[in-house]
């Protein structure tokens, strides 16, 4: 990657983060990567290819720190709780802006791309929870099924602005939702 294409990401990503996607404009990404408007063309046709750039390397990196986690030789329960760590660095410095432009104000095209990450990320974990289930690390009676659907029932509650408002934070959110997955409402050893 060269470096004004670099530049142009990675401030790009720190403006959206803060800012949400919506508001900050190609002109303040150039701007505050101090490259040209010619420049930024030169590696995207517009903000929506930057910003499926960006989500496409978020998954990407998400995806390999995942796997890396689930092929360790530790116990499922600590799996679990070392995802609930990575979802938790994932999800941090994330503004209520770049959040509510994600969930409920995309551009079709970044909503569409969006959806389609997370299916793919949901099929994934489906799949190492049907393994664990084989081993006895899930319980027996619970159909994979279910968590296929109690999981996209997940997203879409992130869409929900009463919901979100309800928090400080995204991360707050994500973490709320995350933890309510894995250990329902009866208290649990953060240990």
Not at 26 to 53: D, G, P, Q, R
Not at 182 to 188: E, K, R, S
Request: with cysteine; net charge neutral; hydrophobic share 40%.
């Amino acid at each position: 990657m060269k470096l004004k294409e670099r530049q142009i990401i990675d401030m790009a990503r720190r403006l959206f983060w803060k800012y949400g996607m919506r508001r900050v404009s190609i002109e303040e990404i150039c701007s505050e990567a101090n490259v040209s408007k010619m420049t930024f063309y030169k590696y995207f046709s517009n903000k929506v290819e930057l910003v499926k750039f960006i989500l496409n390397q978020i998954e990407e990196d998400s995806v390999k720190e995942y796997k890396n986690l689930m092929s360790q030789n530790i116990p499922f329960e600590e799996k679990v709780r070392q995802s609930i760590q990575l979802k938790m660095k994932q999800s941090d410095k994330l503004s209520h802006e770049f959040f509510s432009d994600l969930h409920q104000n995309a551009h079709p095209e970044i909503r569409k791309h969006f959806d389609e990450m997370t299916q793919r990320s949901i099929q994934l974990i489906v799949e190492d929870y049907d393994q664990a289930q084989k081993e006895g690390n899930i319980r027996k009676d619970l159909k994979i099924e279910f968590i296929l659907y109690f999981l996209n029932q997940i997203f879409k509650m992130a869409n929900d602005p009463q919901l979100v408002a309800l928090y400080d934070s995204p991360q707050a959110l994500i973490m709320e939702i995350t933890n309510f997955f894995f250990y329902g409402i009866l208290p649990h050893n953060e240990n």
